[in-house]
C-alpha cells in the first residue's frame, strides 16, 4: 500500500530551527516534494529531492534517503510568518504525475 | 501574470443539487489535477488529466465528474452521488513528465453542503 507519515503538530521558538520528519512506504518512487500551506490557502512549493542528500535553498533545505524511505525539511532562524501546515507528498513511478501526500505536519512558531 | 483561478472562493449548496467547481489556468500547463482536503487530512486525488479530452480517476472519484475540453479548463462536478460534499477543494496544473516539475495549486473552493 502507499503510505506517508509525518507528525501531526510541531512547535518551535522565533529564531530557532525546526525539523520535520516525512517517512514513506510507496509501491514506486520519483522523488519527493515539500509544500507549505497556510491555513485556508494553496500549498506552495518549497523543495524537489529525486536523489540522496540535502537539497539547501535559502532558510529551508530537505534531506532525502531512499533506501531508509525517509525525508526531512530543516526550517533555519524560524520567524512567525513559518507559521503553516507542512506537506510531504511522493511522486509515484510512472507515466503520471500523481503525488501522494502526507497528512501534514503543523508548525506553530511562538515568539 | 500566469496562474491558476478558482472560482468561487465560498460555495453553499443544499444536500442533492450537482454544483461545478470552475479550475482555469494560463500556464500552458497540459496536466491538471482536482484534490479534496478535509480537516486533519492530506490531500486526495479525485480526478486528473494528462492532456486535452483524457483524464482519469484518482483515489476517491465515486460522485464527482470532471471534463477536459480545453487545455486551459478543468471543470469538477460535485453530485449528489457524493456522500460527504462538504470540503476544502484544490485544483492544481503541471507539465506533464518532467521529472522536477511541480504541481502549481489554484486558491482552492470551499463547499459547503446542508
Known amino acids: 500500500g502507499q503510505n506517508i507519515d509525518q507528525p501531526t503538530e510541531m512547535t518551535a521558538t522565533e529564531g530557532a530551527i525546526v525539523q520535520i520528519n516525512c517517512t514513506y512506504q510507496?509501491?514506486?518512487?520519483?522523488?519527493l516534494f515539500w509544500y507549505q500551506q497556510h491555513a485556508g490557502e494553496a500549498p506552495t512549493f518549497l523543495s524537489y529531492?529525486?536523489?540522496?542528500g540535502l537539497e539547501e535553498k535559502g532558510r529551508f533545505s530537505s534531506f532525502l534517503s531512499r533506501s531508509k524511505g525517509y525525508s526531512y525539511l530543516l526550517l533555519k532562524e524560524l520567524q512567525m510568518k513559518d507559521s503553516a501546515s507542512y506537506l510531504c507528498?511522493?511522486?509515484?513511478?510512472?507515466?503520471?504525475?500523481?503525488?501522494?501526500f502526507g497528512t501534514g505536519t503543523r508548525l506553530q512558531v511562538f515568539p | 501574470d500566469g496562474g491558476i483561478t478558482q472560482s468561487p472562493k465560498y460555495l453553499f449548496r443544499k444536500e442533492g443539487q450537482n454544483v461545478t467547481l470552475s479550475c482555469e489556468q494560463n500556464?500552458?500547463?497540459?496536466?491538471m489535477y482536482w484534490y479534496r482536503q478535509d480537516p486533519g487530512q492530506g490531500l486526495r486525488l479525485i480526478y486528473y488529466?494528462?492532456?486535452?479530452?483524457?483524464?482519469q480517476k484518482g483515489d476517491i472519484a465515486e460522485g464527482y465528474s470532471v471534463s477536459r475540453e480545453k487545455k486551459e479548463s478543468f471543470p469538477l462536478t460535485v453530485t449528489s452521488a457524493q456522500k460527504n460534499p462538504t470540503a476544502f477543494y484544490l485544483c492544481?496544473?503541471?507539465?506533464?513528465?518532467?521529472?522536477?516539475?511541480?504541481?502549481?495549486f489554484g486558491p482552492g473552493t470551499r463547499l459547503t453542503v446542508t
Open positions: 500556464l500552458n500547463h497540459d496536466a
Open positions: 510507496t509501491s514506486g518512487f520519483n522523488g
Open positions: 488529466s494528462q492532456i486535452v479530452n483524457d483524464f
Open positions: 492544481a496544473s503541471s507539465i506533464p513528465g518532467g521529472a522536477g516539475y511541480e504541481q502549481y
Open positions: 529531492n529525486v536523489l540522496d
Open positions: 507528498a511522493v511522486r509515484d513511478r510512472g507515466n503520471t504525475d500523481k503525488l501522494i
